[in-house]
């Protein structure tokens, strides 16, 4: 089959519509037919108005398929004369096709079928009383089949329901008027096409008439009326309905482990234990100094003392000690510089002092020496910066200065240099991880505090009164920052 232009197309609109149907299935089909005598060809179009089948043949392929319907023997021409012979013979097979597919022609076929084909989509044939013919249509698709009968078929048929309404009875009206009334009509139309479509369709005794066709064709049951005028309807609105609120749908608990429930449990039945509170005897020294490592340290080398006064440091004590001075427990010296770092400094028993009155002279001395070490702590503290905490510092025990360890030496009585470094190292073995030494404040030699000052804080110290070294110390700085 040769392709279908779009002049060939377009000469399909000044073509009418023949219609034939099968006496097989009763199935109605509507084609065009159009034809060229100049270039021996033809073009048919047939639909049953869902489906286009389109055939277009040129001048030997009719020839052929004539002389295959009607059983006539190929014709060899062998000079000019017989070639313009076939010419002729073609271009009259051209015109009595175009004859057949008239209104006309169609009344004097004798038969219309449809057969099968293996070459084609859609074959019928056309019987007449001399010869027969055969078209060998093929589907051109659904949306060219859409466009082909929109503009072929149905915006036809609605223009002209609006000419039959708008002319009256068509019986009664000549070819003449009514060409006229058709081209008035089609003009507007072509303007727009829409607002015709809409005018013609919004009519009521039209759309209640296709109404009723349309229910008659379907076998609807119940039939329309037609009307020629529309109803205007009455609308009222209400409030809509309130939506229910859904409830919110409980959580469900978490089921709690048995480890955790035990565990709970175990932490009620067994509250900690307290840490037992142990008093240490006037010869041990709970803190062991830590030797602080110079790089670390914020402060200058000069400002760092030597730790040669740490063995002859006598610590204070609350409780009286026993009048026979006896060697103490490690584990209780380790004890209790574990549970009481900052502890009061241990003092000399009361067994010693009462010995003789040089011993009561030096512990009144002593006590005088270690409350002004405790004021210059204070102050020292006061004025250290507060830096980043390394490890909280435990209180060390001040060193006195040289004369007042002149002074406090006869006062130890039982005890030599030999004996207390001795009992330092063995205190320091069994004490907590070793401290760095306190960083004594050079005592200025001006009269500051006077003797009276000084009776005041000694009397406050005897009767146990608060010795205005109040609130949470602050761990000393031992370094700078490394970034």
């Known amino acids: 089959m040769e392709e279908l232009s779009q002049e060939q197309f377009n000469q399909l609109f000044s073509k009418e519509w023949l219609v034939k149907s099968d006496s097989e299935n009763s199935v109605p089909y509507l084609f065009k037919f159009n034809s ?20 277009v043949l040129n001048s030997n392929k009719i020839a052929r398929r004539w002389r295959a319907c009607n059983r006539i023997e190929p014709f060899e021409p062998s000079s000019a004369e017989r070639e313009e012979t076939e010419k002729a013979w073609r271009l009259s097979v051209v015109e009595n096709l175009t004859k057949i597919h008239t209104p006309g022609g169609m009344d004097i076929v004798s038969s219309f079928q449809v057969i099968e084909s293996r070459y084609s989509d859609f074959a019928f044939e056309i019987e007449f009383e001399d010869f027969k013919w055969v078209w060998e249509t093929n589907f051109i698709g659904h949306r060219n089949s859409a466009e082909i009968i929109s503009k072929h078929l149905v915006l036809p048929l609605i223009s002209f329901s609006q000419v039959s309404f708008i002319s009256g009875s068509l019986g009664r009206i000549t070819e003449s008027e009514l060409e006229k009334t058709i081209d008035t009509t089609v003009r507007n139309a072509r303007r727009s096409i829409d607002t015709h479509v809409k005018n013609v369709v919004s009519k009521p005794l039209i759309t209640t008439s296709v109404r009723r066709l349309t229910a008659m064709l379907n076998f609807a049951d119940e039939l329309p009326p037609i009307s020629s005028m529309n109803v205007t309807p009455e609308l009222t609105f209400t409030s809509p309905p309130h939506s229910k609120i859904r409830a919110a749908t409980p959580s469900k608990p978490h089921a709690i482990s048995p480890n955790r429930t035990k565990r709970e449990s175990n932490l009620t039945e067994t509250p900690p234990k307290p840490v037992p ?60 510089a574990l549970a009481k770092p900052t502890s009061l400094r241990i003092s000399v028993s009361d067994a010693n002092s009462s010995s003789s009155p040089n011993n009561s002279l030096a512990k009144n001395r002593k006590v005088e020496s270690s409350a002004s070490d405790d004021d210059e702590e204070a102050e020292r503290r006061r004025v250290t910066k507060r830096s980043t905490y390394t490890r909280p510092a435990a209180k060390n025990i001040l060193h006195p200065s040289s004369s007042e360890e002149e002074e406090q030496t006869p006062a130890v009585g039982s005890y030599s240099k030999s004996t207390a470094r001795q009992k330092t190292t063995e205190s320091d073995a069994d004490s907590s991880p070793a401290r760095p030494p306190a960083k004594k404040k050079k005592v200025d030699s001006s009269s500051e505090d006077s003797e009276e000052e000084r009776r005041k804080r000694v009397a406050k110290l005897k009767s146990g009164g608060p010795t205005g070294r109040g609130g949470v110390r602050q761990p000393l700085k031992r370094g700078g920052k490394r970034f």
Not at 36 to 55: A, F, N, Q
């Open 36 to 55: 060229s005598t100049t270039e021996l060809t033809c073009l048919i179009m047939i639909t049953d108005t869902k489906s286009v089948w389109v055939e």
């Open 277 to 336: 509170f142990t008093s240490a005897s006037p010869r041990e020294n709970p803190l062991k100094p830590i030797p602080v490592n110079d790089d670390d340290s914020c402060t200058e080398p000069s400002d760092v003392e030597p730790n040669k006064h740490a063995e002859s440091a006598v610590p204070v004590v609350a409780t009286p000690a026993p009048t026979s001075p006896s060697p103490p427990e490690p584990s209780k010296s380790k004890s209790l």
